[in-house]
């Protein structure tokens, strides 16, 4: 937050729900700058898998504003707001494109990304899913390819959560601190066993007044990370809490949770090792898969943002088939098509054959 002086303050407006980025507003008036106040929560989240087109529009127009509005305005919240937007709708023309630009060679997975420590972690193998494979190598993947996956940060204001999703989304590390108003998010593009997919990263505010704001973007979260700072035991208690509020919004058992230390440059090895048994101790009850990292030197982010991405995609893949054989089923199985006068056995035929030819 940038004080422009007289009382004025330079804000990044919070998202609607519905909304892209934002554009910064310089000296918001009173009636203005209430209606941003914590309200009650707004319209549901659209979930994220399906709203790509919207979020596309939205963000295009939200990227003109700020270039009509860019000028009068002041303070490095300003100038961030801008070149994030204008980043996103750039990124969201290739991501909603089937068959966009190659992605980055950095954003190729073809192996399996392995855990951090096999104390906690959310799968110990080491290979793709067979089904997945087979159905990537046959081009099979249904709309997978053409979804986001949505992945929410959560965590203690100051823990390193918006340096984390810039070094791994732009390689870039700021020493300097600035608050996140509300929410932020930046959409990474991947090629997964032959496959485009894409990560929609939200970055939510820590500070506790914008929790209210942040929390109305958990919903539809198919990934949870809550980050902690690895020289402050206090941010590692309150991911629980973290977890609990972001886990409230969406169904049970439908998230990959992963919990993250951040901040490691900071700590020796031995410091490093002690704060790692706690973390390892709580990802457990937590369900999560543990990882450390640093954004200041950037260890284990890309290893770590390339697992999330292989295990959303891999459960991705799977709910799809599901979702494809189940139809199936449904259709074969249903009474719809059962032939009357059929006997059994005829009935049995043709529901074998309706599977067999889907
Ligand atoms: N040494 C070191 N400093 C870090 C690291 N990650 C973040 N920081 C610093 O920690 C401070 C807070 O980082 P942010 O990424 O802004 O924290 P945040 O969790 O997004 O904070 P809120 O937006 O308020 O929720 C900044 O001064 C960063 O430079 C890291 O890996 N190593």
Sequence with gaps: ???????????????????????????????????????????????ARDSS?????????????????????????????????????????????PLGPPVSRDRIITNFPKWYTPHACLQLKEHFHGQVSATCQHRNTGTVGL???????????????TSLIHRFCKNVFDRDYKATIGVDFEIER???????????????????KFKCIASAYYRGAQVIITAFDLTDVQTLEHTRQWLEDALRENEPGSCF???????KDLLSGAACEQAEVEAV???NEMKAEYWSVSAKTGENVKAFFSRVAALAFEQSVLQDLEKR?????????????????????TQESTTSSSLGCC
């Design 1 to 47: 937050m940038v004080i422009a002086g007289c009382g004025a303050v330079s804000w990044k407006r919070p998202l609607l729900p519905q909304e892209a980025p934002v554009a910064t507003v310089t000296a918001l008036p009173n009636h203005v700058r209430d209606s941003f106040r914590c309200e009650p929560r707004p319209d549901p989240v659209p979930d």
């Design 53 to 97: 087109d919207v979020a596309g529009s939205r963000r295009a127009l939200v990227a003109m504003v700020i270039a009509a509005t860019g000028p009068t305005r002041t303070g490095r919240a300003a100038s961030r707001a801008f070149a994030t937007s204008a980043g996103h709708s750039a990124r969201m023309r290739s991501s909603l494109t």
């Design 147 to 161: 979804r986001l996956s949505k992945v929410v940060v959560v965590g203690d204001l100051y823990v390193g959560k």
């Design 190 to 208: 991947f090629e997964i066993t032959g496959i485009p997919y894409s990560l929609q990263i939200w970055d939510t505010a820590g500070q506790e």
């Design 257 to 263: 949770v992963f919990l993250v230390g951040t901040k």
């Design 281 to 283: 101790r709580l990802a």
């Design 325 to 345: 054989n189940s139809t199936r089923l449904q259709v074969g199985d249903g009474d719809l098509i059962r032939m009357e006068g059929s006997p059994p056995e």
